[in-house]
């Protein structure tokens, strides 16, 4: 399994701010997940990260709202931008391992409240 | 667009019980498919993975599947209050070792002491 770390672990923001959550890794890996977790519900996924090309978001989430950098193979940045109440969440980075095939592992989460 | 169909709960079991959480999936080709726990307010974390049809164990826990019925369920032994959170499946979106995940909405399970 891997180690994955995200910064903040919380944080309580004003409408209109933007939030940059920090994604780190203890491995390389080719594949970097960003998942939103909504009170009560299930994981929705927001954007696949790979290192060296854009961001690909799934349906209803956009680049402009959540702009992901992945600068190198261990490390992943969302941006929360102009935020809403409708943005609190727990978001969540997630990786696939070389080597396990598919499986995913979760890092332990930013929980975030917009006001 | 593949989909993960689980019965949300919640599931309540008295301690000591099997409790039975099914998962049903629409994509034929699906080759590999995983149980995660979830306890409230923290990350999901894997507790089994299978590929083949039939039964894999570990532990308390035993991961079945049917390919042919699209259908993989999770039983877990000797239920514990510790057991209490909610269990997705999930399983990849195409053949290939780095696709993406598709996770069921979960099944929140409940323990009776």
């Known amino acids: 399994s891997a180690v994955i770390s995200q910064k903040p672990s919380r944080d309580i923001c004003q409408r209109g701010t933007s939030l940059t959550i920090q994604c780190q890794v203890d491995?390389?890996?080719?594949?970097m997940f960003w998942y939103r977790q909504q009170p009560g519900q299930s994981l929705t996924l927001i954007a696949t990260?790979?290192?060296?090309?854009?961001?690909?978001?799934e349906s209803g989430f956009v680049i402009d709202k959540f702009p992901i950098s992945r600068p190198n193979l261990t490390f992943s940045t969302l941006t929360v931008s102009n935020m809403s109440p409708e943005d609190s969440s727990i978001y969540l980075c997630?990786?696939?391992?070389?080597?396990?095939?598919?499986?995913?592992?979760f890092g332990p989460g930013t929980r975030l409240l917009v006001l | 667009q593949k989909e993960v169909e689980q019965n949300s709960g919640p599931l309540s079991v008295p301690e000591g019980a099997i409790a039975s959480l099914n998962c049903t999936y629409s994509?034929?080709?699906?080759?590999?498919f995983f149980w995660y726990r979830q306890y409230s307010g923290k990350s999901p974390e894997l507790i089994m993975s299978?590929?083949?049809?039939g039964d894999k164990e570990d532990g308390r826990f035993t991961a079945q599947l049917n390919k042919a019925s699209q259908y993989v369920s999770l039983l877990i032994r000797d239920s514990q209050p510790s057991d209490s959170a909610t269990y997705l499946c999930?399983?990849?979106?195409?053949?290939?070792?780095?696709?993406?995940?598709?996770f069921g909405k979960g099944t929140r399970l409940h323990i009776l002491p």
């Open positions: 997630s990786v696939i391992l070389g080597g396990e095939g598919e499986t995913q592992y």
């Open positions: 491995s390389q890996v080719t594949m």
């Open positions: 990260a790979n290192q060296g090309s854009e961001a690909t978001y």
């Open positions: 994509d034929r080709v699906s080759q590999s």
């Open positions: 299978i590929y083949s049809n």
């Open positions: 999930a399983v990849p979106s195409g053949r290939y070792g780095d696709d993406k995940i598709i």
